[in-house]
Each structure stands twice: as C-alpha cells, then as structure tokens.
C-alpha cells in the first residue's frame, strides 16, 4: 500500500498563469475528493468523484478550476488564470465504500501552491 | 450549513499531563465524528472515528464519545507524550453526503 500520492509537492506560478496537479489514489479505491487548505484553517472541500463521474461540487470551486478523474484512476486539479488568493495546500484524500458514514478517507502529503 | 467549532490553540503542555481538546459540531441529521492529525512535515492521518450516539472512538491513547445531546466529541488522552506534539482536526460526515467538514485544528504542543 503506497499511499495516496500527488504531484508536484509545491508550485510558485506568476498571477494569470494556469496550473494542473495531479492525485493517485490508493488502488483500489474508487472515490477521491480534493481539498483546499489555507494557513491555520482546516481543509475545505472541493469536490467529489466517484470512479469517473464527479458527484459533488462545492461553491468554491469558481468556473476557473476544473477537476477530472478519467477512466476512474488519477485525477487532475486544474486552475486557469491564477490569483494570489488561490495560493494554499490541495489536498487529494480517497476512499472505498463499504463501511458506511464511518468510511474512512486516506490524505495525500498535498500540493503546495503559491501565487506570486 | 455544517460546521465545527474547535478550541483555539496553541495547547501547551508538558510531557504526562491530561489533554483534552474540545470539539462541538451543527449538522443536520446523526453526523459520523472524526479526529485527524497532522504531524509536522506529514499528511493528514484518521486518528479516531465515531459514527453513532455514545459510540467511543478510541487509538494510540486518544478517545473521544459521541455525544449526541452536547453535540460533542472532545477529544482525551491521559498523559500526552512530547511525539503527540502535532495539529488536531475535528471533522463530521452527515447529511448522505460525502465530503468531510473540519474544524480549524488545535495546535497541541508538549514538552519534555
């Protein structure tokens, strides 16, 4: 078990400039969420794939970031024109369904971003 | 909408004392409960979990029960050690959905 893992672990952008990141999930998991984390707050949730389909949205997912998870393995973060508010940790977490509201969600180390 | 509500930190304390980290929740519905923790440098990892009414969720000395009538999860250890030095989330689950709503972290912080 290797773990969820992302890539890259930290990205400096210039305003205006788009950035992807990318999730893998532990293998046989076939839910992955993204969060956002801000300094001293706690993650906020952006959104939801169950296999390929994307179930959930949050609001703070403006229409400048896209997220996709095709053929239901990795998933991509994408941010189009970048700004200094967008600057934070993105989190990849995923699951496997089975166990109820207790199903346990398994966090990646996280993307760093920060906007310049 | 849903929300947690943490203790602020920094929690100071020295090695052996009694922790408790208070975590109150709103939720619409019978929330499942959650405690993560961030070591420095790590991700975030489950600590302990509770999905129903007076449930314990318990590991590596930590606890926390359910409490459905204070709508409470604090969170408990008897005698901390300075490797439990790290940021606490409480989180809930409710509603039929699947994405976790998390406090703002407790910053726990032990010295020898």
């Known amino acids: 078990d290797t773990g969820v893992s992302q890539n890259p672990r930290h990205k400096i952008t210039k305003r205006g400039q788009n950035v992807t990141f990318r999730c893998d999930p532990i293998s046989e998991h076939n839910r992955l969420y993204w969060y956002r984390q801000t300094l001293g707050q706690g993650p906020e949730f952006l959104t939801y794939?169950?296999?390929?389909?994307?179930?959930?949205k949050s609001r703070l997912l403006s229409d400048r970031f896209s997220a996709e998870r095709p053929k239901g393995s990795f998933s991509t973060l994408e941010i189009q024109r970048t700004e200094q508010g967008d600057s934070a940790m993105y989190l990849c977490a995923s699951s496997f369904p089975g166990t109820g509201m207790g199903e346990t969600q398994y966090f990646g180390p996280g993307t760093r971003l920060l906007v310049l | 909408g849903d929300s947690v509500t943490q203790m602020e930190g920094p929690v100071t304390l020295s090695e052996e004392a009694f922790l408790t980290i208070n975590c109150t929740y709103t939720?619409?519905?019978?929330?499942?409960l959650f405690w993560y923790v961030q070591y420095p440098g790590e991700g975030l990892q489950l600590l302990l979990k509770a999905t129903k009414a007076d449930d314990k969720g318990s590991n590596k000395g930590f606890e926390a029960t359910y409490r459905k009538e204070t709508t409470s999860f604090h969170l408990e250890k008897g005698s901390v050690q300075v490797s439990d030095s790290a940021v606490y989330f409480c989180?809930?689950?409710?509603?039929?959905?699947?994405?976790?709503?998390f406090g703002t972290g407790t910053r726990l912080l032990v010295s020898p």
């Open positions: 939720a619409t519905g019978y929330p499942s």
């Open positions: 794939f169950q296999n390929e389909a994307q179930l959930e």
């Open positions: 989180a809930l689950r409710s509603g039929g959905f699947q994405k976790l709503v």
